[in-house]
C-alpha cells in the first residue's frame, strides 16, 4: 500500500496575513494591499510537506525535464480505488497541460467548429471563455434554485444542441454536441449524486450528446457528501473526464491533468495530438504524485479544517449579514453568496469598493449568477472572520 503521511494540523491555520501577502501569486497582486482577497481559486495553506519534499528533492538533483504520463496515471489510479471503489485504466488516460486545456482537446475531438457545449449556469466562468474562443456555441441549462441539475431543463438543451439548424449540421443531419459537466460543481459547491449522474446519462445517451467531465474539485467533498467519478456510472462509456491534483494540494503555479476516456472512446483520446503531452510541468506531475500517493493526511486534516469554515461562514454570516442566503456547500472551498436581499445591482463592486473585500461577481458565471458572489473560504477563521466584517461593514 502507498504510504501517506499522518498530518493532523489544520493547514488553514498556518499562515499569518502578513506572510501571506508575501506570496507574488494573482490572488495577491490583482488587487492593492489594502484589499482582503477572497477571489480567486487559491488557498492560504503551506505545500503538503510529501509535496514540498518531493519537489525540494527533484530541484537538488535537477529533475527538470520534460514531463511523462505513467506516474500520475498509476497514483490517480490508487488514490481513486482508495477513495471512490474505481480505476483509471492507464490504455484508457492520457497528460494533458491542466484540466481546462484537457478539455478543450476532448472537445476539438468529439465536436466541430458551430457544434453546441452545454454547461449548467451558474458555472466557472472559463467554460463559457474556453468554449467561445475554439468556435462553439454555448447552451445554457440552469441549475434548479437548489443547485441540482434539471432534467427537464438539462433535456431541453440537449434538443437545442443537437437540432439540425446551423452550418456545423449537413441538410436534414443532426448536428454535434457535447455537455459540460463540472462536478463537484463550481461555485454552488454541489456534489451530483449517483442517481444525478445516472440520469444525465440517461439523457445523453438518449439525444446522443458526449459527456465531458470536469472533476478538478473531487477530492475537496467534505463531511456529508460523496464524490462519484462520472466514468464509474454505468452507460459512460462514451463519455470523457479531466482530474488533477490541481484544486486539492493547492497547486495551481505546477501544471498537470489527466484526460480519462470511457471504454468506447479510448480510440479518440488516442487520436488527441501528441504535443498536447508536452504541455505539463514535469515538477508539477512530481508535486500531483507526491499529493495523491502521500499527501492524504495533508487533504484529510485540510478537509476537516473546510468543514469547520463552512460552519463559522454561516455563523458570521447569521450575526453580521442575516440578509445574505448562504447554502453551506458540500464540495469545493467556494462558496457562493446570494446577495439579493442587499438590493445592491453590483455587489461584489460594493464588498470591494467600500469594504475591500475582493470576491468574484456572480455575473461572470452566466445565468442565475444575477445578485450572487462567490468567496473562497480556504483561509485562516481569522481571516474569513474579518472578510465577513468587512463585508457588513460595507453595506
Known amino acids: 500500500m502507498d504510504r501517506v503521511d499522518t498530518h493532523t494540523s489544520n493547514p488553514l491555520r498556518q499562515c499569518s496575513l502578513d506572510e501571506l501577502r508575501r506570496r507574488t501569486s494573482a490572488k495577491w497582486r490583482v488587487h492593492p494591499d489594502d484589499v482582503l482577497p477572497m477571489w480567486i481559486a487559491e488557498m492560504d495553506v503551506q505545500l503538503a510537506e510529501p509535496v514540498a519534499e518531493a519537489l525540494r528533492a527533484a530541484v537538488s538533483t535537477g529533475d527538470t525535464g520534460y514531463a511523462m504520463a505513467d506516474e500520475y496515471i498509476a497514483a490517480l489510479d490508487a488514490y481513486a480505488g482508495r477513495n471512490w471503489d474505481w480505476g483509471v485504466r492507464p490504455e484508457r488516460a492520457a497528460i494533458v497541460p491542466d484540466v481546462m486545456a484537457g478539455v478543450v482537446e476532448v472537445l476539438k475531438l468529439i465536436t466541430s467548429p458551430g457544434d453546441v457545449v452545454v454547461v449548467n449556469s451558474p458555472v466557472y466562468p472559463p467554460f463559457y471563455q474556453f468554449v467561445s474562443h475554439m468556435d462553439r456555441r454555448v447552451v445554457e441549462a440552469p441549475l434548479t434554485a437548489e443547485g441540482r441539475v434539471d432534467t427537464d431543463t438539462l433535456a431541453a438543451a440537449f434538443r437545442t444542441a443537437t437540432a439540425a439548424d446551423g452550418p456545423a449540421a449537413g441538410s436534414g443531419s443532426t448536428r454535434r454536441a457535447a455537455y459540460l459537466l463540472c462536478s463537484p460543481h463550481n461555485p454552488t459547491g454541489t456534489v451530483h449524486t449517483a442517481a444525478e449522474l445516472a440520469a444525465v446519462t440517461e439523457l445523453a445517451d438518449e439525444y446522443g450528446v458526449r459527456v465531458v467531465a470536469d472533476e478538478i474539485h473531487a477530492p475537496l467533498v467534505l463531511p456529508g457528501a460523496r464524490h462519484v467519478p462520472y466514468l464509474s456510472v454505468p452507460g ?20 498537470a491533468a489527466v484526460a480519462v476516456a470511457g471504454r468506447d472512446s479510448a480510440e479518440e483520446l488516442a487520436r488527441m495530438p501528441e504535443e498536447v503531452s508536452h504541455g505539463p510541468s514535469h515538477l508539477g506531475v512530481i508535486g500531483h504524485v507526491a499529493g495523491l500517493r502521500h499527501g492524504t493526511g495533508w487533504l484529510e486534516a485540510l478537509l476537516a479544517g473546510l468543514d469547520e469554515n463552512r460552519r463559522l461562514l454561516t455563523k458570521l454570516l447569521g450575526q453580521h449579514l442575516p440578509d445574505v442566503r448562504y447554502k453551506p456547500h458540500q464540495g469545493t472551498f467556494l462558496a457562493w453568496l446570494d446577495c439579493h436581499a442587499l438590493g445592491l445591482d453590483d455587489p461584489a463592486g460594493v464588498f470591494l469598493e467600500r469594504g475591500r473585500v475582493a470576491l468574484v461577481p456572480g455575473t461572470a458565471f452566466g445565468t442565475g449568477g444575477e445578485g450572487h458572489v462567490r468567496l473562497n473560504l480556504a483561509t485562516s477563521p481569522e481571516i474569513l472572520e474579518e472578510g465577513v466584517r468587512r463585508m457588513a461593514a460595507a453595506v
Open 236 to 255: 459512460t462509456e462514451r463519455a470523457f473526464s479531466l482530474m488533477s491534483a490541481s484544486k486539492a494540494w493547492n497547486l495551481a503555479g505546477l501544471k
